[in-house]
């Protein structure tokens, strides 16, 4: 139902093509048929830190799921995707990287 996306994420939190750092997303639209205003609504899906040996490999492989639910129930766009260093993000997770990468989500989802 959804598509996988690439969001850039710049290391100070300017988000955009150049020198962004690639960042795994994937991001679900109501169907077509769905009412009126359907997809006026957007939501970003983020996960938490990660713990334990594979955390970070395996942080929000659900989501895609959860998101085309959102999608199809709630009739919103919905975005999840993976902070640097996690799942098929690259970099390495930082805490000083994480509100730059939230931020390219979130301009992501609005220029959609």
Not at 14 to 30: H, T
Not at 45 to 74: I, K, N
Not at 81 to 102: H, M
Request: aromatic share 8%; glycine share 16%.
């Amino acid at each position: 139902m959804g598509d996988v996306v690439t969001i850039a994420s710049g290391a100070s939190g300017a988000s955009g093509a150049s020198g962004g750092l690639p960042l795994a997303g994937y991001l679900a639209r109501p169907a077509a048929s769905a009412a009126p205003g359907a997809g006026r609504y957007g939501l970003v899906l983020s996960h938490g830190f990660p713990e334990g040996a594979r955390g970070a490999t395996t942080v929000a492989t659900t989501y895609p799921e959860l998101a085309d639910r959102l999608a199809r129930d709630a009739a919103w766009t919905v975005l999840a995707f993976n902070f640097r260093g996690t799942g098929e993000s690259a970099g390495d997770f930082s805490l000083a990287g994480w509100l730059a990468d939230l931020r390219a989500a979130v301009d992501f989802l609005l220029a959609d």
